[in-house]
Each structure stands twice: as C-alpha cells, then as structure tokens.
C-alpha cells in the first residue's frame, strides 16, 4: 500500500509538470508557406469518430438545403500544393484553391468557418465527389469534357485559366519537346498532366517514357536527381516549382515556350443538381464581381456609392434572384476572404506569378476573368 | 523420492577457447569467419560513422511533434498529453491483472513461476524503451520529460492492482477497459455517439459482475443482469450529456499515434467479428460455413491495398446518399475486416488443436452446447493462440504503412510533410527513414519477443 | 418396477429440437446475409443511377489513353484488356523474382542461423530480425532511395558501362534508372516448344527413375537424369536449329535514353524485388530455421552414431524431414510475397495496382476497375493455394 501511495503521489506530480509544460513546445520549422493573415480551420464541431455527420436524407431535396442544414460545406482540397492547397503543420489550410472553398462557405452559409476539408490525391478526386465524400471540388482540377460526362461532375466558372507545360534543367540545353524522345518524363498520375502527355507525344510520333508519381514530394527527387529528363505540370506549378528549386539552391530550370494544353481549373460538383451548382458559382464570381466594381475587403463594407449595379450586388437594396443565398452573401465573402485579387496576391503571388498580364487577369485589362451580371 | 543428482558435467568455455570452438570450429568456418569480420567491422564503422557523426538528425529534431502526432491541432495538445498516461494506467492494470491470474493459475497447478520484476521488464522491451530514450533525446523541450516519468509512473502505479485480492481481478479488467474508453474519448471527445461506447464497456462490466455465479443461471439472474445493464447506460448518457467535449475526431490524427490507435482499434474490434467467423466455419450447418469459408478466403486472397482501395475509392457508394464516412474510419473498418480473417483462421488453428475429448466431456456434463464454446473450449483454444494474435498485431501495426499509399499522414508518410519543408527537400532522406524505420522495429521487435516468450511459457504451463 | 420412459415417448419442444434449429438457424443466417447484400447493392444500384454510371465492364474495349512506364511497345490506344495484360505480367514477373530471392536467401540465411560459427549465426539472427519487423514498404522505398533515386549511379545518359575486359560490348550498364544485363536474342517459337518438349521428356524420365527405385530399388539418380535430359535436349534443338538463340549484349540506343538489347530493368522493379526479397527472406529463413528445430534431436544423434558426416546427416535425414514441415509455410509466404507486389505503386512499377490506380484516377469506373484488380489476385492465390494442397496431399501420403 505505501509503495502505491507513493506512486500515486509520484503520478500526480509528473502529471501536473506536464501540464503546465504543455504547448510550450512549438517545432520551429519554417516551412508553412502560409500566406499572413491566416484564419485557423474549426474542426466540424461535435466530430465523432462514428459515421454520418448528421446528414438528413436527401428526400428529394437538393445539396444546398442539406449543406444548409449540416450547418458545413465538405470541400475537397489539396493539401501539398503550394499557392493552391496546404496543410500547415498546425493542421490548418490555406491556400488560393482553400479560400474559394471559404468563399463558398461564407456565400451559402453565411459563415468562412464553416467549412471541412478534406484533403484528396488526383486518383482520388472524383470518386470522392461522386460518392458525396465531398459536396464540391476545390483543387486545381481541370475541366475537361470526359470529367462532365463520364466521371458525373459539372464543372463550374474557371477561376485559374492555365497551361500545360515542360520544364527542364537548364544545363540540357533542351528547347523543344522533339530533344525529349524516349525520355524519362515526370508526371503526376491521375491528372490531365498525363493524357495530355500521351495524347500530344503520340500525336508527333515522339516516344518517351513516363515516370508515374502519386504526388509532388514523391516526384521532385527523382527529378532532382535526373531520374527524370523533365517534368510536365501546370504552367503556373513549374513556376512555382522553378521559383522555390532555383531559391533552395538547385539547378537552374528552364520552362519551355511550348504550351502543351489548356488547363482551366475550377471548381466542380455532382451532376444532377442544379440549384447548388448555382449558388456554389454565384458565390465564387461574386469575389471576381467585386474585384470589377473596385470593391476588396476593406472598402465594401462602407460603399456609399449610388450605382444600381453595385446596389444590387451588395444586396442593400433586399435584391434576392432566387438563388438560395443571403442578400447580403456578397458583403460577407469579400469581407472574410478578400476580392478576387486580394485571394490571388495572397496566395499565387508569392510562388511567382503576377496578376497582370497572365489570362486571370480582369476581363478590362485584357484578361478572361469575365462574369455574368448580378441582376 | 529425491535422489540427488550432480548436474552433468558441460565444459565452459572461455577466452581462447570460445574464440576456437565458435569462430574457427573447421576449415569452411575459419574461412568464412576471417572473410566475414573485416566486412563486419568496416561496416559497423561506416554505420557508427554515419548515425554519430555525419547524419543530419536535424530534420527528426525539428518535427519530432510531427512524427509524433503529425497534424494534430497544436492548441489541443494537452489531450495526448492526458491520453498517455491514462493509456499507461490502463495498460499498468490489464497486465497487474494478468500477471496476478497467471500467478493464481500457475499456483493452483503446482508449476514454478517467477513474479513479473521492473528489471525483467526492461530487459524484454529494451528496444520500446531505447526508442523513447531516443525521443527524448531529440526532444527540445522539458515536457516530453514530465509527460514520459508520469506515464510510467503510471503504469506502475496500475500495475499495483496486483497486490489485490482475488475476488477484486474482475474489477481489474473492467477497470483497464474503462481507462482505455477514457484515453480514447480524452482525445475524441464526448459528443456524439461516445456515451454507447462507454455504456457498452460499463454494460459488460455490470452484466459480468451482477448476478450469481452459477454455470446455468435462472431466469432471475438474467433479469438483475439486465436491470444493472439498463441502470449503468442510463447513468452513462445522463454523465454524457452533462459533459460535453467536442474533442478531435480521428479524422484529425496523425502520426505515431494514428498509427498506434489504428493498430490498437483494428485489433480490438476485428476480435469478436473473427471469433464468430471461426466459429462458424467450423461449424456443423453447411450455410454458415459457407458464407464464413467465403469471407475469409476472398479476403485472405487479395492485398490489404486493394481493400484500401476498396474503401477509398468505393465504399461510399455501398452507403445511402449522404452518408458520409471520413478517410480514415473507412481505413479503420477496411483493417478491421481485413484483420477479422486472418484473426478467423488463427481462432481455427487454435479450435483444430483441441482436444475432441474436451468437447465430449462437456457433453458427458450436460452442457449445452453454447456453454461447452463459451466455458470450455474457448478459453482453452484462445490461450493457445495468443502467441498468434500478438504476431497478428504486428503484422497489423506494419501493414498501417500502407496507409502512405492512400495519402493519409501516418507515421511513415508524416516523411513526405517533413520533406516538403524548404530546408529539407533534398536533405535527410536517408535520416528519416532510419528514423521510422527504428521506430516500427523497435515496437515490432518488442512485440515478437513478447509472442516467442509467451509460446514457450505456454508450452511448458500446457499440461 | 416401473418401466422407464421410452425415449421415443419424450417429445422434444419444437424450439429445442436440435434438427429445427439447424434449419433455423441456417435460414436465418442466409436471410441476414441476403437482405445485407441486397442494401448494400441497392445503395450501389441507386447511387450510381443518380450519377448516371454504369456497372457494365465496357470499359475494358476503350483505349487506354495513357502510356505505361517502361513499356514502349504498348500503345496508348490499345484497349483497357491489354494495360491489364501488362500489369499481370509484371506482377508476376515481380513476384517471380521476388520468390526466387527469397527462397536462396532464405536458405542460406536460415541454415546459418543454426551454424556452429558464433559469428555467422549472430549474423544471421540480426538479418531476420532486422527484416522481419520492419513494415516491407520501407524496405522497398529504402532500396528505391538508397540505390537509385539518392545512390551512387549516374543518369541514364551518363551510365556506367561495365564490359569484359578485350570486348566491345558491355556485360553490364549500371544507372539510377535501369540496369542492363545480358538476355538472349532470337529463338523461334519452334526452339521454346522443343525446349518444353524436353522438359516433359525430363519429367517423364524423372517419373520413370522414381518408378523404377520403387520396383526395384536400384538408386534412381533421377536428379541427374532429369538435368541431363532436359541439357540434351536444349543442346539437339540448338544445333538442329542452327544457332537460334545468341547472347544479346546490353548497349545504349543513339540518344542514350534507352537500353537496346539484354534484358533493362527498371528501377521499381528492382527495388520491388529486392525489398520484397529480403523481408520474405527473413520470413522463410526463421520458418526454415523452425522446422530444422523441429526435427526430432534423436534424429541427429542416430545419424551421428550411423557415422553420416554433417552434410550427409543435413542431405539424408534432417532437411527431407525439415522440408516437409516447412513447405506449407513457405508456400504461403510466397503467396504474401505476390500479394506484397502491390506495393509497387509506391515507387512507379507498373504492376496491376499501381495500374488500376492510375486507370482510376484517369477516369474509369472505380468499382469494376478494383473487381478486375482483386480478380487477377484471387487467381494468383488459388492457384498458389492449389498447389500448396497438392504438395500437402503428396507429403501426406508419402508419411503414410
């Protein structure tokens, strides 16, 4: 007895050091690429780890009247991407693709925060969403015709217009996609990247060898270590790529002029229901909207303008379309997550693209990001 | 009749002699031994060199929090920090208790048995301990201290229930059950569907330890069993509903500690299910050993990553619409069904080594035939195979690497976010692999030790 | 003296009687069974009607639309069923290997386990349980990693050539990509059909020597037989045929980014292999190892007091007893071993999961895809599971 008496005691006291030593002890890594101001992701709140999250059966009803009820938005997202789609080490998300998903949330439920993440590889993104593991793809998905059809996704308005292109070393002296023949080419499986490989390769008659990852971290030593020739992305994720190689002290990089495809990235949902795929849209161009009409995060809240369009858009007046969203939805995205610019300069600007000149800029500078009016 | 024998004369060998007899017995093995030891040595050198010296430990030093727990929010940190102790509590009374039975059991059958010692302890799980002595190398802060000394004072703390009567072993097992229950919702919270769990261990509990003792109870035990299981859950909800505790849910865990709890919750729920598939596959009726043949041999018959891709990919779609599991409970009920048929065939090894006469004398008894499974061949066929399941837990905590494949942050994929890092993307691969790789040897090795040791004392306690 | 009750006037209650609950209870268990099927295929039924997907396997006719890694003769438009093709072979090409690996390492490392050599038993037991408990794809990344993608090799376009010291062409091209080494070139498929021609010749005369030992007990050096018949027979239909099979030297191509000739090897395949290869090795060796154990001790002791050397007492006594406890085992490694190829998605080897993994991602069905999947490992183990009964049958009956 006295040997656990004192064993009690000796507990008691190891514990009460450790509590208060608790959350003193932060990693002091540097390696979130997390842009400033971030806002910390809320764990759904009430999340056991049993099933069904409380979803009502979809008796006829639509996904946004579910979405409303569930109180959150399941967004699917990337969580290894840069400038799109992280995880920080906190367990928090940002990231360009991550701040649409809160656009969403902000529009259809009024609230940033209420949105879940749920991280995907490419493999994995479709089967997601149509299985309803997801309400709505947020992750620099492509749109292609093969995805609406056959895979049972209607994608939505493009918010990133890019290109498929090939980067190399420097010192290969490459420039044109004929030097790659029968080379070790990297790609990412699952995505566009590798059908349009094999489709524009095959096409010229050049034969080359893909080398098939799963994801970047997989992917970047063999790259590095010449394992691969090249390696074939999204235009703007060489970019970012070369930016952060060449930065860490790797080897100079080259992007070839040839731009292999068309990739316009945007956000996706199921097919087959109409008024969420409405309100998802509506809410995502309303940050383009207000990027048009001048307005950002700081200014929309105290407009005293008299124009009707933006009147309008900002709901003052009570205009309701009848898309299921609060009058006033506009007010509540821009003043979370910014405009369209403000989410662009805080999260793509920083891995090495401008905004000006690129085709995401406004459609009255010369750019695509052209959205139908809120009237 | 004791005659006093001398033991038999074995010649030690020391120095010269062993160096002969072991290193140089013949020709063949001289050669191989003078061929082998400079390899040996070099590398053992050039490993020294490389773990001492010249290895990188900064990228395991930097993220040591993020092997441990990987993205676990960091503000809810002092949730593991409760959850190890309890956890060691637990673990303290479970094997006080069993220690303490086996120790009953050995007396009642007249064998030696020598007392569970700290020191016989640390001898057999020197490499779990070597690990954590590792940790806390690289550990940068006091806390990892504090948390480690408490948890193992801790578990000797629980490991004091052996000093309890007989009469009070039960409440020992019951305890145990409660703690891990208390562990598990310290981290998970205690919204939701938590008070069932905690109503379900409580309900066993009550309904093991109400009633008379008697082989074949009358209808008035079955009814104070049921009356104490009904009060016990009803109090259960009420605590819960006044406690409330978001919690994190597991889909928010990762590293070593998703990887210990999937192991640990695949094992204790594939339990039951394989039980009663090895049951039935041994049954006499043709149906269910059909279906229960069926199951495990398609189960057996593909790769444990096919059944995660399984899961991943489709496991939704076997669901009502707008049903939603996250990734990693479909990864957990993919382990557990994975693991309930090969825990289903090792029940049926254990069935198969019965004895038929044990059977038949439970039948010469009277006994019904669910009182001959439940009081004497399954407690007989279970202790056989304990050396198995322990093997089957380690194949199981190994297999959870596969979960990298499905991009889930478990301990081995925690790498990929280590390495995602700016300042090591090209450094320190090979460190952070030598560092999981120490880390599931280390578990694993333990384990294994644990089953080889149990085979042979249950050999020898085998009458 | 009253008569006691005849049994057949104690009726059994209908709920107690043994052969109703039988039927009840087999009743029940096929109706739970049923009805949970039919809601989970009823969720899948509606599930997909709502996306508008088919569970037809049509997919298997379309064109593949991507290319396979390392294989430059498939052509992207080639449809579903050939990508399948491919990935079963290099499945079994992997889990070929891999068993051939195992079981020599294995044994060696299994025997020695039990030598008298203080140091190359140490050495041994630290392999096995080195290897045994550490989880096989970190063995497998490890090789990946440490031979190739971070190894001492350089790329493919700069590879090491390693040639026979006088000769031009190379033994042997080492990179961080594929290694060659020397094949055969040519053969017809009337050469491979005289080569399986002999084989079951040397069958046959295996057969007949065993035949002949059992009527008449002459020794049947059917080992010998066996080899020689089946060397003759390759050496007559060489000759025969004119020379049709030659040495194929590796070299590399005009832009050096292939391997021209020999047989190249890829670096997911090897480190599939390898890794793989070990971890079953240590399995094999510890399983090995018990079954030698589990050779009665008198058996040693009688071949020693017979005057048998070691290596007689190994050949004759101990491991034909050893090898009959330990076949099963090691027939089931081997299973786990191909099963294990699966992870070959881990480091791009294109074998039939990494495949499916790819065909998923790229837009096919995701249900059949994985049906297809497990279809094509379900043969692989019954057919390993069929000849591990057959074996057993064979031992059973010979130890009568």
Redesign the interface.
Known sequence: ?K??RL??V??AL??V???C???????????S?EPAGEE?TT?A?????????G????SGEGLLE?VQARGNV?CGVN??LPGFGV?????TFSGFDVDLCRAVAAGVLGDPEAVEF??????????AL????IDVLIRNTTWTA??DG???ATFLFTTFYDGQGMMVPASTGFTTLEDL????ICVL???TT??N???V??ARGI?????????N??L???Y????C?AWTSDASQLAALKA?IE??G?EEQFIMAEIISKEPLGPAV???DSSWAQAVEWSIMATVQAWEFGLDSTNIGSYSGTDPNVLNFLGTDGFDPGLGLATDFAITIIESVGNYQEMYERNIVPIGLQLEGSPNDLWTNGGLMYVPPYR | MTATTTPPLVKRLTGIGWVRSNLFPNVWSSILTILLLPVLLYSGYRAGLFLLVNAEWEAVERNLTLFMQGTFPRDQQWRLVAQLPLFALALGAGLGTASSSAQDRAIEAGLPHERTSPIGIVRRFWSVIGFVLVLLYFASTANPWFVVLGSVLAFLLGFQIRGLPARFRLYGWSLMSLLLVAGFQVVSGTTGRAWLVTAIVVGIGAWTLTGSERIVPGWRTWALKTGAVIVTSVLVFLLYSVITDPGVGWDKWSGLHLTLWVSALAIILSFPFGLIMALARRSGLPALRLLATTYIELIRGVPLIALLFMGQYVALFFLPAGSSLSSISRAIAVFTLFTAAYVAEIVRGGLQSLPPGQTEAGQALGLTPPSVIRLIVLPQALRAVIPAMVGQFISLFKDTSLLSILAIFEFFNVRSLVHGQPDFRVVAHAETLVFVAVGYWAVAFAMSRESQRLEGRLRVGAA | MTTPPSPLSTRVPLWRDVRVLRVVGQVLAVAVAFLVLRWLLGNLTSNLDRLNLGLDFGFLSRPTQFQVPYHSTFNPRAPVADMVLVGIKNTFLAGFSGIVIALTVGLMVGVSRLSQNWLVARLATVFVEFFRNIPPLVIIIFFAAAVFTFGPFPNLREAILVSAPGSSSNLVILSNDQWGIPGFAGGSPLFTGLIGLGLILAAAGWLWRTRLNERTGRPHHRLAWFLGILIASVIISYLALGRPVSMSWPAQSENRRLIVGGFALNWGFMSVTAGLGLYTASHVAEIIRGSILAVPKGQNEASTALALSGFQRYRFVVLPQALRIAIPPIINQCLNLVKNTSLGTAVAYAEIAALTQTSIGNGRPALQSLIVMMAVYLMFSLSISLLLNLVNQRFQLVTR
């Open positions: 007895m040997t656990t064993l009690a000796l507990t190891m514990l050091l450790a509590a030593t608790t959350g003193g002890d932060t990693t002091t890594t540097s390696g690429e910390t764990t709140g009430g999340d056991e780890p049993t099933t069904t999250a979803a009502p059966e979809p579910t399941l969580d290894v995880v920080n080490e906190d367990g749920v991280p995907l590889v490419a493999d994995a993104r479709f089967t149509q299985s309803g593991e093969t995805r056959q895979e049972g023949a029968d080379a070790n499986s699952g995505t590798e059908l490989l094999t489709a390769f095959g034969p080359f060898n893909p080398q098939v990852f799963a994801d971290e997989q970047r030593p063999a590095e270590s010449g394992q020739e952060t930065a860490e790797g199921r097919d087959g």
